[in-house]
């Protein structure tokens, strides 16, 4: 089956937190992106940065981060469960708040098929090496 492509592009840093690092149409998420090593390697950090810029520009995406650790392949995702549970297109009626507030990690792979799938809608994420973008 063809999948529609996506207009996948960085955003321009020059704007501060008016828009996101990436964006991937119609992808519902606010993406910070973070490429470090060692000690300030911190996705959840990442994402607290993601939910911060959502607040301040009163935007309705939802924030998460997508972090790689130099000199590592694998690249890793940091969303809250509530995050998780609306891409998934569960409800979040009956659902202890406390616990919408955790963090989760995924890998990428498993991210990007969550995109490709959320809300019965098809995005095309490209695989890229977001290393080099952050």
């Known amino acids: 089956m063809m999948m529609k492509q996506s ?5 321009d840093q020059g704007k501060g937190a008016k828009e996101p690092d990436l964006v991937i149409p119609p ?6 992106l973070q490429d470090a090593t060692g ?3 911190h996705p959840l950090r990442k994402l607290e940065q993601a939910e911060r810029d ?3 520009c009163g935007s309705d995406l939802l924030p998460v981060s997508i972090c790689h650790q130099s ?6 995702v940091c969303m809250r469960v509530g995050t998780l549970l609306t891409l998934s297109g569960l409800s979040l009626v009956n659902t202890n708040l406390e616990a919408l507030l955790f963090p989760v990690i995924l890998d990428y792979e498993h991210f990007k098929s969550l995109l ?4 019965g809608k098809q995005t095309s994420v490209e695989s890229r090496n977001y290393s080099q973008v952050s």
């Open 7 to 11: 207009a996948v592009r960085r955003s």
């Open 39 to 41: 000690h300030s390697y």
């Open 116 to 119: 490709e799938t959320c809300h």
């Open 71 to 76: 000199k590592r392949q694998s690249i890793e």
């Open 54 to 56: 959502v607040v301040q």
């Open 27 to 32: 992808c519902p998420c606010w993406l910070e």
